[in-house]
């Protein structure tokens, strides 16, 4: 079965500072890999997704992450965050034989100090 | 703004009890899916509608159940409420059945059973 481990629960920054929030997934077969981001009392945003090609993503906001097969993980960076990036984080999978089901991290909240 | 919009926002319910939520799906998809996430956790998916047909199933009782209308938006039925679904639920949309790369999610209505 497949599972999505986020490592830290939380990471405190401080403002202008880079940050990296981890990601790894366990599957046996393709997936597609994505990152999430949810603001206070907000729906899910999409912040950038890899599906093929390049290991390399870029996203939104500043954000990219970089696919890396044999370590199973898809971390997300930013070099320098600022106060709005202050957020909760998902990184979600989807096995790319399947037709449904975004199987989800418990989340990385980023606290950025200023 | 994504274009998927769920009502109510917020309920409260009693154990129970039964709930219907609502969504209107961005023009254009077919495919509505529907995740619970409860407090401090990552979403867990519920089932996924593709034209009008449940076509995948997360680990939830038969007391969720769902529905997709001609027009693609969608209803998730909740009998016999019990206090740990207590969550926020999130309806999403895609296009495509099979190759739904990019979903948009909805703000989400927050459900308290007391």
């Known amino acids: 079965a497949q599972s999505v481990t986020q490592l830290d629960s939380q990471v405190p920054v401080f403002e202008e500072a880079p940050v990296e929030l981890r990601c790894n997934y366990s599957?046996?077969?393709?997936?597609?890999l994505f990152w999430y981001v949810q603001y206070p009392n907000q729906g899910l945003q999409l912040l950038l997704k890899?599906?093929?090609?390049s290991t390399l993503v870029k996203g939104i906001n500043g954000f990219e992450a970089e696919f890396n097969k044999s370590q199973t993980s898809f971390h997300l960076r930013k070099p320098s965050v600022h106060i709005s990036d202050t957020a909760e984080y998902f990184c979600?999978?989807?096995?790319?034989?399947?037709?449904?089901?975004?199987?989800w991290g418990a989340g990385t909240k980023l606290i950025i100090k200023p | 703004e994504t274009g998927v919009t769920q009502s109510p926002t917020h309920l409260i319910k009693t154990r129970g009890q039964q709930v219907t939520l609502r969504c209107s799906s961005q023009?254009?998809?077919?495919?509505v899916s529907w995740y619970q996430q409860a407090l401090g956790q990552g979403p867990q998916f519920i089932f996924q509608?593709?034209?009008?047909?449940?076509?995948g199933r997360g680990n939830f009782p038969p007391r969720f159940s769902g529905l997709q209308f001609p027009n693609y938006s969608s209803e998730l039925n909740v009998n016999a409420l019990e206090l740990d679904d207590s969550a926020l639920y999130l309806c999403?949309?895609?296009?495509?059945?099979?190759?739904?790369?990019?979903?948009?999610f909805g703000e989400g209505s927050w459900l308290t059973v007391v």
């Open positions: 890899y599906l093929s090609g």
């Open positions: 509608y593709y034209r009008e047909e449940e076509n």
């Open positions: 023009s254009g998809h077919n495919t």
């Open positions: 979600a999978v989807r096995v790319s034989d399947s037709n449904y089901q975004l199987i």
């Open positions: 599957s046996s077969v393709s997936v597609y």
């Open positions: 999403a949309s895609s296009s495509g059945g099979t190759t739904q790369n990019t979903i948009y």
